[in-house]
């Protein structure tokens, strides 16, 4: 059916946005590392992690309009925890973002591999063995970071905790800065939220990529250490790798929950409006019953005969008018016309109905 051939359409849609958001965002970003590991270019940590975030705001600049972009499992799950999105799309969400991630991780093994080489052979490293890390940590990531710590070790859940813990906050500020309630970011300033977002990974990456390389996404992990597990580093290459998806799987809906029910609960509070609050919208004090402009439009003669029909036959009201007649509110039996207000006047419960009647 013509349903079903839409509903195809936009899970291709969803599916492409996903797995081509997730392939440049882990690119560029294991691309960086690749980079600053066997050249050297990059001086220091901050300049891998300001390609990382400018790379995640590109990803989702590139395919934000086909599937939200959320590029990491991570997120996924955090948003359908938090029933913000269905629990049917969880499996193609995930399915993409992780192919995603393993087409970029021989992408990188492929233009990289001789350049790989000649480092492990100046560095007399042998391909599989534990030292290896030093080079398999283009892909995947380890504990404590291979560059900056290695041998030394670390406990797994210290690591894992870390983990979930920087995948929390990402998940926090991306709800804070989508959030549609946070004026602090304008409807009109949601077009620099990729922005934002990416800006925040780079924070992340900058305060722990030395204790674990920042992980923070399943795809992003898991999808090049596949690579390197199929390019020669054997049992090295998956080393590690539940951490780095336990932990964010984790993390993440843990700090959705956080975020609704702290900052979220305040936004609904500080959203609801003010009944002193002499600035309130016109459309505001219509629906509170205050009456609009086009109600003082009306004629005498068609004043009364609304103001009858809302008070003795609501329904056929309402027929008539359309959605100019009142409900009556609760309380009392009172209408909202009672009285002999206009009809679109709000009257307190228990004001005597007026005398007309059909009688």
């Avoid at 882990?26 to 901050?46: D, K, Y």
């Avoid at 934000?64 to 499996?91: D, E, F, G, I």
């Avoid at 991306?174 to 949601?190: F, H, M, Q």
Wanted: hydrophobic share 40%; glycine share 12%; aromatic share 12%.
């Amino acid at each position: 059916s013509d349903r079903d051939i839409t509903r195809m359409g936009r899970w291709v849609a969803e599916f492409c946005g996903e797995f081509f958001g997730t392939y440049l965002l882990c690119l560029f970003g294991t691309g960086s590392v690749a980079s600053a590991v066997i050249t050297g270019s990059m001086q220091g940590l901050w300049q891998v992690a300001v390609v990382w975030g400018f790379g995640v705001a590109l990803s989702i600049y590139s395919t934000a309009s086909l599937s939200s972009a959320h590029l990491n499992p991570a997120v996924s799950l955090s948003l359908v925890a938090t029933r913000r999105m269905s629990p049917k799309k969880l499996a193609h969400y995930v399915a993409a973002q992780m192919l995603g991630g393993i087409a970029a991780g021989f992408t990188v093994l492929l233009l990289w591999h001789p350049w790989i080489g000649d480092f492990e052979n100046d560095n007399n490293i042998e391909r599989g063995s534990p030292e290896s890390i030093k080079s398999a940590m283009i892909f995947g990531e380890y504990y404590p970071n291979p560059a900056m710590f290695y041998p030394k070790k670390m406990n797994s859940f210290y690591a894992m905790g870390i983990e979930g813990f920087g995948t929390g906050i990402l998940v926090f500020v991306i709800l804070a800065i989508t959030d549609e309630r946070n004026t602090a970011l304008p409807t009109s300033g949601k077009f620099m939220a990729p922005f934002f977002i990416g800006f925040t990974v780079t924070c992340l990456i900058s305060l722990f990529a030395p204790l674990t390389q920042a992980g923070w996404n399943p795809a992003r992990d898991f999808g090049p250490r596949f690579a390197a597990l199929v390019g020669g580093w054997g049992a090295e290459a998956m080393k590690g790798a539940w951490i780095y998806i336990v932990g964010p799987l984790i993390g993440g809906p843990v700090f959705a929950y956080l975020y609704d029910f702290t900052i979220g609960k305040c936004l609904e509070i500080v959203a609801e409006p003010n009944d002193n609050d002499e600035s309130q919208s016109e459309e505001h004090h219509r629906h509170r019953g205050h009456g609009s402009s086009r109600y003082d439009a009306l004629d005498e003669h068609e004043t009364e005969l609304r103001r009858v029909l809302s008070t003795h036959s609501p329904d056929l009201c309402t027929k008539v008018y359309g959605d100019v007649c009142c409900v009556p509110p609760e309380g009392d039996g009172a209408t909202c016309c009672a009285g002999g207000a206009p009809c679109g006047t709000a009257v307190p419960a228990g004001t005597p109905a007026p005398s007309t009647s059909f009688n």
